[in-house]
DNA sequence: TGATTGCGGAGCGAATCGCTCCGCTAAGGA
DNA sequence: TCCTTAGCGGAGCGATTCGCTCCGCAATCA
């Protein structure tokens, strides 16, 4: 028996999935209408949950936060540093963290959210330089480029577009190539003799990403 | 001194550069209005040099599909196999092929665009046979793989987030940090013992898309 | 200098946006 | 079993943004 609880819950699920689904696809034009759409829902059912799109997108981004720190930390517990790390990469790309860039600029920034972040920075710092010191990961790849990575293969286009056009008989062969792509992607931060180009870039760049102000 | 013909040729370069940037920025969500304002140009005199938005985006897929072929030649023509495929790729990313994706299954395809396509895959193959047979590409990598890599890495979320917020003074270190991960990512393709999960993509995901029909 | 080319942007109708409100289905209580 | 009511889906609101047209005016050519 499903009880009006059971429903919700469902919904909620289905809505976030959907938010990030969509997010990833349309970027900041994302639109209520397409989430509800795509979680099945109707959009009365979303406004009676978020009281504004601005509210939905908080709840996300806050979920993706909680999501970064966790992984990590289960990164962290593995006994082999490079596990850890590509675990981490893995589940993060997995849970669609680089479909939020769009909206990181966007939303308003709460004090917890900054906070998530900063200790999400830490986590990560923490998992490169054990992987460094083990000599599994390249030298000159720093945690910036790791947190690039992951929101560089946070999106599918190809999955997108091959949705947009209905081939969904081919959406299972497209996961599955995606899934090589983030595997090749991940076997670049092993140990090479090639030299990364440019200098590794600084902090400013990483722990900015939730701090900086809205643009007016 | 300029005359007429400069500053309208001028204004077409600016306006191709303008569109692709915007498209990798906005998606298939791309407004004519926030290209001509990116290429410093009136709306006007976009819509004399294109009739439709249809057609802006027809040109610019042709003008991507040339790039991609002579890169490829260009690629074939360098003795070594590898350094001929890492710069095809670089070249591709460079270019913005990747931002290219949300108009593939948008605008209609000609004939002059699936030949060029068609093409440019047997030339990607060449490419991609010739480096497996050198030793210097992992032995499980297909043409696919690259492919969609080329796509991937197309954009640039963290170079537009910055633009968005007005960020302009990181731009450059931004540049810097992505040009690094492409190097990690391309690093990827080098012959490793690690396996990629799940079998090898097959061509049709390949040859699809430009060619598949549009959604009605 | 007069003719003319072509650039920039105001403004058109149409489409889409975020969001509200309400009829109606179906689960809960007696 | 039947009434109550929680809560779902979607029509429709005003505002905004869309693709695109048209024209005044500045700059170039003869």
């Known amino acids: 028996m499903t009880t009006r609880k059971d429903i919700a819950e469902r919904n909620d699920r289905a809505l976030l999935q959907a938010a990030r689904d969509v997010l990833a696809e349309d970027g900041a034009h994302a639109s209520v209408a397409a989430i509800?759409?795509?979680?099945?829902?109707?959009?009365?059912?979303?406004?009676?949950?978020?009281?504004?799109?601005?509210?939905?997108?908080?709840?996300?981004?806050?979920?993706?936060?909680?999501?970064?720190?966790?992984?990590?930390?289960?990164?962290?517990?593995?006994?082999?540093?490079?596990?850890?790390?590509?675990?981490?990469?893995?589940?993060?790309?997995?849970?669609?963290?680089?479909?939020?860039?769009?909206?990181?600029?966007?939303?308003?920034?709460?004090?917890?959210?900054?906070?998530?972040?900063?200790?999400?920075?830490?986590?990560?710092?923490?998992?490169?330089?054990?992987?460094?010191?083990?000599?599994?990961l390249r030298g000159d790849v720093t945690a910036v480029d790791i947190s690039l990575l992951i929101e560089q293969l946070g999106r599918s286009p190809l999955v997108d577009q091959l949705r947009k056009q209905g081939r969904d008989d081919l959406l299972p062969a497209a996961a599955e190539a995606r899934r090589r792509l983030v595997a090749i992607a991940i076997d670049g931060l092993r140990p090479g003799s090639r030299p990364l180009p440019g200098s590794p870039p600084g902090g400013e760049l990483f722990t900015d990403r939730w701090s900086s102000p809205r643009q007016p």
Chains 1, 2 share one sequence.
Not at 46 to 73: G, I, M, P
Not at 122 to 127: A, G, T, Y
Request: hydrophobic fraction near 40%; charged fraction near 30%.
């Open 36 to 136: 509800a759409s795509r979680a099945g829902v109707g959009i009365g059912s979303l406004y009676r949950r978020y009281k504004t799109k601005e509210e939905l997108f908080q709840r996300l981004s806050v979920l993706s936060l909680d999501h970064w720190n966790e992984a990590a930390e289960r990164g962290l517990a593995d006994p082999d540093p490079w596990a850890g790390l590509a675990a981490f990469v893995r589940s993060c790309v997995e849970f669609g963290q680089g479909s939020l860039s769009p909206i990181a600029g966007a939303v308003e920034v709460t004090r917890e959210m900054s906070a998530k972040a900063r200790h999400g920075d830490e986590l990560l710092d923490e998992l490169v330089r054990r992987a460094r010191e083990a000599g599994v």
